[in-house]
């Protein structure tokens, strides 16, 4: 199962809006809608920011949203603040019954 | 509240084996499958298999088949992962992590261990 497609880097200026794109294919991303989204500070352990496509846990800031199209996932953070800089990782549930993580984008807030 | 704990770093030879555990608490052990990842120096997350606590069925990807094995301890409230003939490519840091639904794996992961880094150098 080959990873997701993410952007290696992006950046952008506080109080812009960005979004992330992680594109699979139609055996996973486009099947099915079990997409997250991670958020990795260095050094720390990856925090869960998006499940099911669009979907947001208690606590986690609703500057952050997730949508999808075919076979591509998007990650959007409006209003960036400097505490947003980190890398994201997308991931996916696959026809194989496996977990599938996208490449990783390291963010970065001007 | 929710914690996942996991044991201290190793240092492991060339064919070697290691096993890293992971001791929940602050909710019903049994209730939430227990995932394994692992992310290489600089480098992206791997999904390496899961483990259901309640009867101890596992899966992994194909990648690790024949590698890797995931046991649990319900007495404990611990989950260890086992990963065999350890070459240079599996220096990483290894998290558990909790599947965020109860009763089946949705495949989305809520809590995460503090990460075990394991290096392989002869």
């Known amino acids: 199962q080959s990873a997701l497609t993410q952007p290696a880097s992006m950046s952008g200026s506080p109080g812009q809006s960005i979004t992330i794109s992680c594109t699979g294919t139609?055996?996973?991303?486009?099947?099915?809608?079990?997409v997250s989204w991670y958020q990795q500070h260095p050094g720390k352990a990856p925090k869960l920011m998006i499940y099911?496509?669009?979907n947001r846990p208690s606590g986690v800031s609703n500057r952050f949203s997730g949508s999808k199209s075919g076979n591509t996932a998007s990650l959007t953070i409006s209003g960036l603040q400097a505490e947003d800089e980190a890398d994201y990782f997308c991931?996916?549930?696959?026809?194989?019954?496996?977990?599938?993580f996208g490449g990783g984008t390291k963010l970065t807030v001007l | 509240q929710v914690q996942l704990v996991q044991s201290g770093a190793e240092v492991k030879k060339p064919g070697a084996s290691v096993k890293v555990s992971c001791k929940a608490s602050g909710y019903t052990f049994t209730s939430y499958y227990i995932h394994w990842v692992r992310q290489a120096p600089g480098q992206g997350l791997e999904w390496m298999g899961m483990i259901n606590p309640s009867g101890g069925t596992t899966s992994y990807p194909q990648k690790f088949q024949g590698r890797v094995t995931m046991t649990r301890d319900t007495s404990t409230s611990t989950v260890y992962m086992e990963l065999s003939s350890l070459r240079s490519e599996d220096t990483a840091v290894y998290y558990c992590?909790?599947?965020?639904?109860?009763?089946?794996?949705?495949?989305?992961?809520?809590?995460w261990g503090q990460g075990t880094l394991v290096t392989v150098s002869s």
């Open positions: 992590a909790r599947d965020l639904n109860s009763g089946g794996a949705f495949f989305c992961l809520d809590y």
């Open positions: 099911d496509v669009s």
């Open positions: 139609s055996s996973d991303v486009g099947y099915y809608n079990y």
């Open positions: 991931t996916s549930y696959t026809s194989s019954s496996t977990l599938v």
